[in-house]
Every structure is written in C-alpha cells, then in structure tokens.
C-alpha cells in the first residue's frame, strides 16, 4: 500500500521516476511499481495530471505517518482537490477527530460481531441464488454476475435499503462516483452522477424518517442514523447523507474487489485452489491470508499536511513537508 500526501508547492527537484514500463502497468500490475518505490523512493513527489503535486510513501516505517495527528483529512485543505459529489464529503474519510471519532462511535454499532454473524444466513442465501442462476452456462462474468449483485444485496441489507431501490442503475451510479466510465467520465457526466446519487440518499432518508422509529430494523443502519439525526443527536444532514453514501460505496466495492482479486489469485496458483477445495474447513484463513496478498484497497485515502511533518527520506537529504 502507499499513502498519498498532498503539499502547498511543487517541489523544485521532482525525483527521476519509476521506468515508464512500470507506470503503464500500475494498475494491471501494482507490486513490481510499489516495489521499486519502496527500493529507490520510498518518500517521492509525483505530479497528478490535474496539476497538483503529492507526495508518496512506499515504505513500513514511513507508512507509520498515516496515524500522525499532523496530517489530516479534510479535504478543504487542499485547493482544487475533487473531493466527491457535492453534499456527500461529511463522512468519515473526510474527517478528522473529533468529528471522526463521533461519526465513528454512530456506525460501529452495525458490525458487533453478533449483528454480522446474523448475517450469515441471508449471504449464504444471496449466494446460492446467484450461483444457481448460473449453472449451465458455459461462461460467466464474476464481478457483474455474481460479486457485484451478492455484496450490493448485503450492503443494502445491512443499511435498510429497501429491495425496489436495490437496482443495476444504482450500482451503475455508485460506482462512477469512484471510477467513472462512459458517459459518466465527461464533466456533464460527473454533475449529474452526483445529483443522481444525491438525489437517491435524499430519497431514502425522506423514506426512513416517513416510516418512523418503530419500523427501523437491526440491520438498518440508515433508519438508526435518521432517528439518531432527528432526535438530538450531533450528526448533521449533510453528515447523515455523506456517511450512507460512503457505507454504500465501500461496503459494496471493497467487497466486489476482494472476491475478484482473490479468484484471480487462486487461479493463478492451482495449488492453492486445490488445497483449499480438498480442505475447505480453511476458508477464514484463506480469505485473511487473500486479504494480505492483494488488497481491495492498494492506495490509501489521501493525507494533507496541517503542521510541518518530517518524513524519512529522499536519496539526497530528509523531506520536511510544511503546512497546507
């Protein structure tokens, strides 16, 4: 994993970087990149294609700076910085303590071991209902056929959306918030996939607070945040509508990568497959161990600097950031 840091100015002396090869293949194939990072530029600048620089770190120690106080999330810190869809950046990406903390403490409650664990029986359902829609086909497309509909349905369980909203456009829509394609990928686009998206969540609380408290259920995490929201609590709106959008997005896409990152791994290695077929009481730990070799999540969220902050290295002298 690398954190990225974004910084006031551009760095005079931008470091030689990383063998061309290299950069065109930082998606299809991250580890030979962040490697070569961690080997001669674990604290490098780079230069993003909408002008701004930031600085990133490839290596363990300096890695430790992702829990430093001095960096920080917000977002308004960091002129230009695209943050997300307008009213949905209160969330607790985007925050620092104590309003981190707060927004934190009003989620957790949705995943105590008891509540996931009770979802068990309506994942191993969602499952076997997609994989027996399957069968019989000669080939099938993982992520759009089965990753991508099964952690929705979960997700939507698990934040009380009700199954009429759970719709392909929506995933669609959810989706371009982070990686948009198409149509989505235009200036026009992006408007109105935020103004679609927002437009959904605003329609969603309306439904919860219409349907009242005593029709909230345990898995419904956003009919729990409406009336936390309507009944003293500190959460604001936008807050309330940044955080469902974020719960759906990264309960629906970290999920979705993980299954796809780890079938591709298991394929590559048959003999891996093949132990775990033949002993299949070692799904947790081969699911953990997934989870280790290639994440869901290769770049961390974004850092800014909110005091001066020492960081390791260059190969010529140490970098001290100074404040954003």
């Not at 829509?173 to 927002?198: C, I, K, N, Q």
Request: aromatic fraction near 6%.
């Amino acid at each position: 994993m690398i954190v990225e840091v974004a910084v006031p100015t551009t760095p005079r002396d931008l470091l030689a970087g990383p063998p061309q090869q290299l950069l065109d293949r930082r998606v299809a194939a991250p580890y030979p990149y962040f490697a070569w990072l961690r080997r001669h530029a674990p604290v490098s600048p780079e230069r993003k294609t909408n002008g701004m620089t930031v600085w990133q770190i490839a290596r363990y120690a300096e890695v430790a700076l992702i829990a430093d106080g001095r960096l920080s999330k917000r977002p308004e810190r960091v002129p230009g910085y695209f943050a997300g869809p307008p009213g949905l950046n209160r969330h607790l990406v985007h925050s620092d303590p104590p309003d981190h903390t707060r927004l934190r403490a009003l989620v957790n409650t949705a995943f105590i071991p008891r509540r996931v664990t009770a979802l068990e029986p309506l994942v191993r359902t969602a499952a076997t209902l997609l994989l027996d829609r399957l069968e019989g086909r000669r080939r099938v497309e993982l992520i759009g056929d089965f990753a991508g509909p099964l952690t929705f349905a979960v997700i939507c369980r698990i934040l009380g959306v009700p199954p009429a909203m759970d719709t392909p456009e929506l995933r669609e829509v959810l989706l371009a918030t982070v990686m948009p394609t198409g149509t989505h990928a235009t200036a026009a686009g992006r408007e109105r996939t935020g103004r679609d998206l927002y437009a959904f969540l605003a329609e969603l609380v309306a439904h919860k607070r219409a349907a009242g408290p005593s029709a909230t259920a345990e898995t419904d995490l956003v009919g729990a945040l409406v009336h936390a929201r309507d009944h003293g609590d500190t959460l604001t709106e936008e807050e309330l509508l940044s955080t469902a959008y974020l719960l759906l997005l990264v309960g629906h896409d970290t999920t979705l990568n993980l299954i796809g990152n780890g079938t591709l791994a298991l394929l590559q290695h048959p003999d891996q497959a093949k132990q775990l077929d033949a002993e299949p009481d070692l799904i947790g730990l081969a699911v953990e161990e997934l989870l280790r070799f290639d994440a869901p999540v290769r770049d961390a969220t974004f850092r800014v600097t909110a005091e001066p902050v020492e960081a390791g290295a260059t190969p010529s002298r140490p970098v001290t950031w100074s404040a954003c």
